[in-house]
């Protein structure tokens, strides 16, 4: 590994020689845009380039390549590590005193809320025994009534039909009267 940082840093130092030289190169006269270069100290900087650049590239390469693979293994412990503690605070949590008392609470309300329930309904139960009884006594009131009134209508009928009788009597009198 050292070896190979040494090369990485023959290239580094290649490249900053190049441009070293490039910024103290002076202008070819007339035209700022060119610059006057050894040719001889150029070419033997980028042949130490050229040398080392396939060996940089693997280099480089085989980093890359040991970083994704370093990232991939950590990804794969953190989501492991990640599930089995989700795994492990639900056991925790589900075995929690204060979950096993709200539990026991909720069973508390559920209970005391079906006899709610079940009182409600006997008290629904009784109020419509109540008001049929109020409808019965009505009923019987009524037919008391009604008793009452065919009673005294068949007295008075029985009354006119009496008079009616004597009516015809006294009719049948006056014509045996009148006959005789």
Same mark, same amino acid.
């Given at each position: 590994m050292e070896k190979e940082n040494s090369k990485v840093a023959i290239?580094?130092?290649s490249v900053n020689t190049l441009q070293?030289?490039?910024d103290q190169a002076p202008n070819i006269i007339f035209n700022s845009h060119f610059i006057k270069v050894d040719k001889n100290t150029i070419k033997t900087e980028i042949d130490k380039i050229e040398?080392?650049?396939?060996?940089?590239?693997?280099?480089?390469?085989?980093?890359?390549?040991d970083k994704e693979q370093i990232l991939n293994d950590a990804q794969i412990k953190a989501q492991n590590i990640k599930e089995e503690t989700e795994i492990? *605070? $639900?056991?925790k949590i589900e075995s929690h005193q204060?979950?096993?008392e709200a539990s026991h609470y909720a069973t508390e309300i559920m209970d005391i809320a079906k006899q709610e329930a079940i009182e409600m309904q006997v008290m629904g139960?009784?109020?419509a025994d109540e008001k049929l009884q109020r409808v019965e006594y009505r009923l019987k009131a009524l037919l008391n009534t009604m008793h009452e009134e065919v009673q005294k209508f068949e007295n008075?009928?029985?009354e006119v039909m009496s008079i009616v009788r004597e009516e015809r009597?006294? *009719? $049948?009198?006056t014509i045996n009267k009148i006959t005789d």
């Open positions: 290239v580094i130092n070293k030289i490039i040398a080392l650049m396939p060996e940089a590239f693997k280099q480089a390469n085989s980093i890359i390549e492990e *605070i $639900k056991q204060i979950v096993q139960v009784r109020h008075y009928l029985t009597n006294q *009719i $049948k009198d």
